[in-house]
């Protein structure tokens, strides 16, 4: 008896049980003292000299601390009692997992009792198929049943009509596209997971009657059915309707989740838009909490309770590429809204905030993708340590093709490995304590409610889209990052450093979407054969009459009669024009720098020609070759050919001088049959350059003819005018902008130029 007492599971203590302990443990002083003897602190001073040593002259304010686009900056070191940034008195000591702000938690027990939710995104084009990759991501330790929709089905277009059917997902038109997606899916163990765009009503009403003819129950279904209109107002410009009326449905889809569905969420603010437009992480944040407020100040003139509209948000956000300022915007977003929440008269848990996250795709490359695998890796490892509910990791050749058999793999492993060979499972809050994440935690949650602040001063988030207020902005950040990788000052490997001559892309695999369309349009045909058409017309026509609390009932009904995604969005249709403001245009970081790579291949593909580049190396290896490598990596980020050679010197007791030899180098051409060479760029020591460059760059200068002279590194003030008077053009060096060099070399060459406006 004692023996299988023994066995038994140890009860968890409940919320309210692990908070009273809690409070109970405050009461306790008589802790022993901690001694640390054995250690002598250091001053703020003292580690200040040891610094300065090790720089030796280099300036300390500007080397040691680090400025992000948020407006934050980094110090160099994070200490308890002395310093600039002493933490002593600012952690949060009274404060737990699960309780007050929930910034170090939602849940008092972290992952202990609930892992985050493996949420990897299902996209198959056709939903029998998209149906077996649902089951065959849980059979392989998915736990979050999650599908990603086409661009036509978010948009409520028939297929008939869809453009590109599959373009980002599954196609849906109609109950049986539905019934054969959902077909087997256990939604009462796992939850279900899909973002609907603008409105979410027409997809749940198709997921609640595709259960209906199974016989199934829609109580038990969980999880997130999600709508966002504002995000997809600020995507597409425009949406089909006023935005009161996305409000009505959003309304709708709430009261009859509280009913029939309690454990199904229906609004889900998305970060997406701001994300992928280039947006730091507090205005990715803050611009998508005054989305969400925007809604429940919507839904409470419809009459909807600050707990069911609590409990119907479901965030989506996305992790950049700063570690621990991830880390930290996780943290301090649940403080932020839990503070909001609370002005709004929520209680509880009912200010917690539930939050799925997912890579941003603003910072995956197309060039040496595989290094996406590491920022997606890094990126995860941020959203858990923060305390996401769910985590969707993409594969790390999404910005090519759907993911193949590998990607996912690779890419879902990654949850498996964290949980289970990492332990992040065991630690509750893992990053409570650090001194510096805490900072920079209060740091940021500080950001976020000034520039929440700022919307809210404007009327709202609707106001401040048409103000282009975030629009402005968000482009002010986009500028500042690709200048950033112009001037090299953030690197992105594989793209604006360290290139890959021998790269071989990873192959697109596009979907031969004619073909799946013809399968897709033939079984929407085949459907609406056995279709009654005069009782689904009474159908269409009961639901353009009903009133708002009973669109989705009569939504469902006319499904099941046969109707179509399009033909109940006619009939779910207003008058009046939607609200049109300007766009947050999609950009992808490297996408400039890609498009450097691609202007060079097209070009040799239809010339078989490239820019040609001598390096001038100037004495022996030593003297050249760091200057020679980092030219070389430099004008190989435009995909060029640089001729490499050993260095050219003077030798004792033979004819010609370094500056002769070099010369006829250049003159020989950069092949067998003379070709000439479009520019140059003369590589060796600063303490060399005084002698070299007056003597040999004249004459390099008169061989290149217009093409280019560069030299390796930047010139001295008091040496830049002497240098440019012999014939340099420019400078290669970690001050060059390595975006507008190439680009320049590019016209010279005669290139055809492929250039987009940032807007």
Not at 648 to 674: H, I, M, N, T, Y
């Amino acid at each position: 008896m004692d023996e299988q007492k023994s066995q038994e599971p140890v009860k968890q203590l409940t919320d309210k049980e692990l908070e009273a302990i809690l409070k109970k443990s405050e009461g306790k002083t008589d802790f022993p003292a901690v001694k640390f003897d054995e250690f002598t602190p250091p001053t703020w001073e003292e580690w200040v000299d040891a610094c300065n040593a090790l720089l030796k002259g280099k300036p300390f304010d500007k080397l040691m601390y680090t400025k992000t686009y948020e407006g934050i900056t980094f110090d160099p070191i994070y200490t308890l009692h002395t310093g600039p940034v002493a933490m002593d008195g600012k952690l949060p000591a009274d404060d737990y997992p699960g309780m007050g702000d929930f910034l170090r938690g939602s849940t008092a027990h972290g992952y202990k009792e609930a892992p985050w939710g493996i949420a990897q995104a299902c996209d198959e084009t056709l939903p029998k198929e998209n149906n077996e990759l649902l089951k065959d991501e849980i059979a392989k330790g998915s736990t979050v049943y999650n599908v990603r929709l086409d661009s036509a089905s978010t948009e409520g277009i028939d297929v008939e009509d869809a453009e590109k059917p599959g373009d980002t997902g599954v196609s849906i038109t109609t109950l049986e596209d539905m019934a054969q997606m959902l077909d087997d899916l256990d939604l009462e163990k796992y939850p279900f997971m899909m973002y609907c765009g603008a409105s979410s009503l027409k997809m749940i009403a198709l997921v609640a009657a595709a259960l209906k003819a199974k016989g199934k129950d829609t109580s038990k279904l969980h999880g997130v059915i999600g709508a966002n209109p504002l995000s997809q107002l600020a995507k597409k410009g425009k949406l089909a309707k006023p935005l009161v009326a996305y409000y009505d449905d959003m309304a709708e889809t709430i009261r009859w989740a509280r009913k029939n569905a309690p454990g199904l969420r229906t609004i889900m603010p998305r970060s997406e838009v701001f994300s992928r437009g280039g947006a730091n992480s507090v205005q990715e944040v803050a611009y998508t909490f005054a989305m969400a407020v925007e809604y429940i100040r919507e839904m409470e003139k419809r009459g909807i309770s600050i707990h069911d509209i609590a409990q119907s948000i479901n965030f989506g956000f996305n992790t950049g590429e700063v570690f621990f300022l991830e880390i930290a915007k996780v943290r301090a977003a649940r403080e932020v809204w839990a503070n909001i929440m609370k002005a709004f008269g929520a209680e509880g848990a009912d200010r917690s905030a539930k939050i799925h996250a997912r890579p941003a795709y603003f910072f995956r490359t197309i060039f040496d993708a595989g290094v996406n695998m590491l920022r997606n890796c890094t990126a995860m490892f941020s959203s858990v340590v923060g305390g996401v509910d769910t985590y969707e990791n993409e594969p790390y050749d999404e910005t090519v093709r759907k993911g193949d058999v590998f990607s996912r793999r690779i890419a879902r492993n990654a949850h498996i490995i964290l949980q289970e060979e990492f332990g992040m499972l065991r630690p509750i809050d893992p990053a409570g304590g650090s001194w510096g994440i805490e900072h920079l935690t209060t740091e940021m949650a500080n950001h976020i409610w000034a520039e929440f602040q700022k919307i809210e001063s404007m009327g709202g988030f609707t106001k401040a889209l048409e103000a282009e207020y975030p629009q402005e902005q968000i482009l002010d950040i986009l500028k500042q990052r690709f200048k950033a990788l112009d001037f090299r000052k953030d690197r992105s490997v594989g793209n604006n450093m360290y290139p890959n001559m021998a790269e071989e892309l990873i192959e697109p695999r596009p979907e031969d979407t004619p073909a799946l369309k013809k399968i897709l349009v033939d079984g929407v045909e085949a459907y609406k054969k056995d279709i009654d058409k005069e009782f689904l017309g009474k159908k269409l026509e009961e639901l353009e009459a009903a009133p708002a609390d009973e669109k989705l009932v009569k939504a469902m009904e006319a499904f099941s009669a046969g109707a179509t995604q399009g033909e109940v969005g006619k009939a779910l249709a207003v008058d009046g024009e939607g609200e049109a403001v300007r766009i947050i245009t999609e950009h992808r970081w490297t996408e400039r720098f890609e498009r450097l790579r691609f202007d060079t291949e097209n070009y040799k593909k239809e010339t078989g020609k490239n820019v040609e580049v001598f390096l001038a190396n100037m004495g022996r290896i030593p003297q050249h070759k760091a200057r020679a490598d980092f030219s070389t990596s430099f004008l190989q980020v435009g995909e060029f050919n640089v001729h490499l050679n050993t260095g050219f010197q003077d030798d004792e007791g033979k004819p010609g001088s370094r500056w002769d030899k070099c010369v006829e180098a250049l003159k020989a051409g950069c092949d067998d049959k003379g070709t000439p060479y479009d520019c140059a760029v003369i590589c060796s020591k600063d303490d060399t350059y005084p002698e070299d460059v007056p003597a040999l760059a004249p004459r390099l200068k008169e061989v290149l003819g217009s093409g280019k002279l560069f030299l390796a590194g930047a010139a001295p003030k008091d040496m830049e005018a002497k240098y440019r008077e012999a014939g340099v053009d420019d400078f290669i060096s970690v001050k060059a902008n390595c975006y507008e060099i190439i680009r320049e070399l590019q016209r010279a060459k005669g290139m055809k130029i492929t250039e987009e406006e940032v807007k």
